[in-house]
């Protein structure tokens, strides 16, 4: 059973920085894309960033190039992110997201529970 557990949200002032986490288990296949997605109030879900298993490629939102970084601790099936230079439209629900590749060429898509992130100026 693939389970996906954020941490490390809270409260933090404009330009701060906050570094969440995702453990993650369960996985049945090496081949997956692991990331985050964010929820503001009364907006859609959106990307924010996300990395291969395979070759380790990376992918962010241009909201947020250049703030945040995205990294994996292999040895611990955990992924962070760190966010610098926090802005208050960083506020929202984070989630972690994780899409399994099956040999089969299917994939599977999993979520966290989320975190909340509230970014005040």
């Known amino acids: 059973q693939v389970q996906l557990v954020e941490s490390g949200g809270g409260l933090v002032q404009f330009g701060g920085s906050l570094r969440l986490s995702c453990a993650a288990s369960?996985?049945?296949?090496?081949?997956?894309?692991i990331g985050w997605f964010r929820q503001a109030p009364g907006k859609e879900r959106e990307g924010v960033s996300c990395?291969?298993?395979?070759?380790?490629?990376?992918y962010y939102a241009d909201s947020v190039k250049g703030r945040f970084t995205i990294s994996r601790d292999n040895a611990k099936s955990t992924v962070y992110l760190q966010m610098n230079s926090l802005k208050p439209e960083d506020t929202a629900v984070y989630y972690c997201?994780?899409?399994?590749?099956?040999?089969?060429?299917?994939?599977?898509?999993?979520w966290g529970q989320g975190t909340q992130v509230t970014v005040s100026s």
């Open positions: 990395i291969s298993s395979s070759d380790g490629t990376t």
């Open positions: 997201n994780a899409v399994l590749i099956s040999a089969y060429g299917s994939d599977s898509n999993y």
């Open positions: 369960g996985f049945t296949s090496d081949y997956y894309t």
